[in-house]
Nanobody
Framework: EVQLVESGGGLVQPGGSLRLSCAAS????????MGWFRQAPGKEREWVTT????????YYSDSVKGRFTLSQGNNKNTMYLQMNSLNPEDTAMYYC?????????????????WGQGTQVTVSS
């Protein structure tokens, strides 16, 4: 069974940091696009970042560039999202997503597997 499992969400104060993890299992290949989207209440799902596991190169949306860092584990089955300088606008449900072929990184429809999501809340 193909599966993505997220962990690491929680409540953090503005300016703080969190680290999210996404573990992939059951995929036929270790080479795929793995990314994060987020969705705040009443808003559309927003692309955050994606990595191609083949070369480990991450891509970021402008809203998180310079604050978030995406990396992958040695086995290419796990990715980590280090989020620094968090602000209330980062509050959302964060979803891990994966797909073998992704032409448009910021389009949710390009990803064929999704996790259940992990909540990130930035508040004082």
């Amino acid at each position: 069974e193909v599966q993505l499992v997220e962990s690491g969400g929680g409540l953090v104060q503005p300016g703080g940091s969190l680290r999210l993890s996404c573990a992939a299992s059951g995929f036929p290949s270790r080479y795929m696009y793995m990314g994060w989207f987020r969705q705040a209440p009443g808003k559309e799902r927003e692309w955050v970042t994606t990595i191609w596991t083949g070369d480990g190169k991450p891509y970021y949306s402008d809203s998180v560039k310079g604050r978030f860092t995406l990396s992958q584990g040695n086995n290419k089955n796990t990715m980590y999202l280090q989020m620094n300088s968090l602000n209330p606008e980062d509050t959302a449900m964060y979803y891990c997503a994966a797909g073998p072929y992704v032409a448009a990184l910021d389009m949710p429809s390009e990803y064929n597997t999704w996790g259940q999501g992990t909540q990130v809340t930035v508040s004082s």
